[in-house]
Structure formats: structure tokens, C-alpha cells
């Protein structure tokens, strides 16, 4: 009974430790996808002062609810250092190709068509979405905030005046 209830501890806390999320100060992974042209655009070539990372599908509701969020983020922020660098989790490739386009999405935009299976969710540790972390110099400064809490850190960050 004893070595029972040890492997469930053992297996419980594997699992804990599997799910939990990227922490502020982890290193950023890479991530290597494809654009919305089909060219592979690396997050570890993007030269900005912040990075926010959002992990996003068409078909989820909350996240498409999100864009224009995202879009006035983008628009008050890109030309002072916020660069937004958005993983589709679209299994979908031409679905989700053709809703960037017609909603005119100005960030930068990739897909993993391998959605939650893929390496970007692995290695971000992202289990739900809308999953968006802030990055700076590679590394993770903010994660799972409103975009209220979010909109503060990057003027932080941006060293702008509210």
C-alpha cells in the first residue's frame, strides 16, 4: 500500500511539474515556424525591445475576441519597441491564412499546425489558449495577465508615461 500511494505522489507531482506554465525570468525557447507566405520566421530573429508572445487559433472564440486588443496594443506600441509575435494553433493552415488576411492582422503571424501536439506548445508549456507571455532579452517578464495588466508592463517597460 505504501509503495502505492508513492507512485501516485510520484506520478501526481511528474504531472504538476509537466502542466505548469514558462515562470518570469525563464529563458524563451525558439520557436520556428511558418508565415503566412510559407517562409519560416524564427522568434529568435526578431529584433525588438519587448516580444509578446501569443498563442492563439481562429476557432477560439476568446482569443479572436482578443485581436483588436492585440491590433491597439500593436498600434500604440510597435513603433516603440512592442514587437507581437502570434502563434496560430490552427491545424487549418488556409483556414487560418485566410482569416489574417481579411481581418488585416499587422503582427507578425506563424502557425503550428500541430496545435497542441506541436513543439511551440511544449516548449511554452501551454495547455489553453489565449496563452500571451511578455519577453524581453529572451527572457519571460510577464505571463497570464489581462491585457489591462499587460498594457501597464509594457509602458514600464517602454519607459512611457501614462
Known sequence: MRHLIILLLLCVSISLKTSAQLSIGDIAPDIKLPDTSGKWLPLSTIQSKLILVDFWA???YPCVKSMPELIELHNKYHHKGLTIYAVSLDKGYYNWVDYCRK???PFILVNDAY???G???ADYKVSAIPHKLLLKDGKVI???MSTLQLENLIKKELDIDN
Open 115 to 117: 496545435s497542441f501536439n
Open 142 to 144: 510577464g505571463s497570464n
Open 119 to 121: 513543439k511551440s506548445c
Open 58 to 60: 481562429v476557432w477560439c
Open 103 to 105: 481581418e488585416k492582422l
